[in-house]
């Protein structure tokens, strides 16, 4: 019996904004499997949240296509929850109604109680409980964002896309909420594309790190598997045997091998055809097998 496809196949990615313009991105391919935390990361400009976009329908490629759970995506739908940089919240709604917007859109048929009762499970999860009536005028950055999680989650995805979702919000803040994110993903096995310039969350939250070479003409180098154990801590992560292993290489990728990359010197940043599947965790045993090949993805041409 063959394997069931993965759950998530993006092949053959490109995009530019004008037939004269170069390659954003080209022969961006990757798959995520069901319930996977995949993280991708990369510098400014080389196409991340347009990535991100094309997978929440909100915007399309020039080529290529994105298939999830079988069928093509084409445009936006309540199969996939969005959180973005900024909240996005709708000013004149409680919190409450915020979330209950999208469970309305979502449900048509359910009545008002059963609604409010759904939305009342997620308020809890993000820890909201009591603040049901603010509007978000009322609520501090990291509540906003806690609301959009909420109501990301409350629509019950098969997908959530996170826009660097904690970027503009303080150390502790930030720190709170992706515990509370880990936690909400291990009851919920849901399965996550983030995207994030900060390399000590993706090994805290990930099972799998995108690296993208710098842009124009960006495509996918490395998917790094996370080595460490799916129920992480960013109390104690820091002292897993593996933990600098990994940090290191995510970070020469992105201080020195991207530069190289983009500079059109691969030979001097990888000796492998791209993108390669690598696991920093455990050292190449001399006479070993080379790091394994990704799928082999439809190219561009």
């Known amino acids: 019996m063959s394997a069931p496809p993965p759950f998530l196949q993006v092949r053959g990615l490109a995009k530019r904004f004008s037939p ?7 022969n ?26 094309i997978l929440a329908g909100l915007d399309q490629a020039t080529l290529g296509e994105v298939v999830m759970d079988g069928r093509e995506v084409v445009g936006p739908g309540l199969d996939r929850g969005v959180v973005f940089q900024g909240h996005a919240l709708m000013p004149w709604l409680s919190v409450r109604n915020n979330i209950c ?3 309305r859109s979502r449900w048509r048929d359910w ?10 499970k997620y308020i809890d999860l993000v820890r909201l409980t009591g603040n049901e009536a603010k509007r978000p005028a009322e609520l501090s950055g990291g509540m906003k964002q806690r609301v959009g999680i909420a109501r990301a989650f409350a629509i019950e995805p098969k997908m959530l896309l996170l826009d660097e979702p904690f970027g503009a919000l303080d150390a502790l803040t930030r720190g709170a909420i992706q515990d509370e994110l880990l936690s909400i993903c291990a009851k919920t096995r849901q399965t996550v594309f983030m995207i994030t310039h900060d390399v000590d969350e993706a090994i805290l939250l990930a099972d799998k790190i995108l690296l993208m070479t710098n842009g124009p003409q960006a495509r996918i180098a490395e998917i790094v598997v996370n080595p460490l154990p799916r129920e992480r801590s960013r109390h104690d992560i820091h002292h897993h045997p593996h933990y600098y292993r990994v940090r290191n290489h995510l970070v020469d990728f992105l201080v020195h091998r991207s530069t190289l990359l983009q500079e059109g010197r691969e ?4 000796d492998h055809e791209l993108p390669i599947v690598v696991n920093p965790g455990f050292r190449q045993a001399e006479g070993a097998a080379l790091p394994a090949r990704a799928p082999q993805l439809k190219q561009v041409k």
């Open 20 to 26: 004269t313009a170069k390659w954003v991105f080209a």
């Open 28 to 53: 961006v391919g990757f798959v995520i499997e069901r319930g996977e935390f995949v993280c991708i990361i990369g510098h400014s400009g080389c196409g991340k949240t347009t990535i991100l976009n």
């Open 101 to 103: 917007f999208g469970v």
């Open 111 to 120: 009545p008002r109680d059963k609604v409010a009762i759904h939305c009342q």
């Open 267 to 270: 030979e001097e940043a990888v």
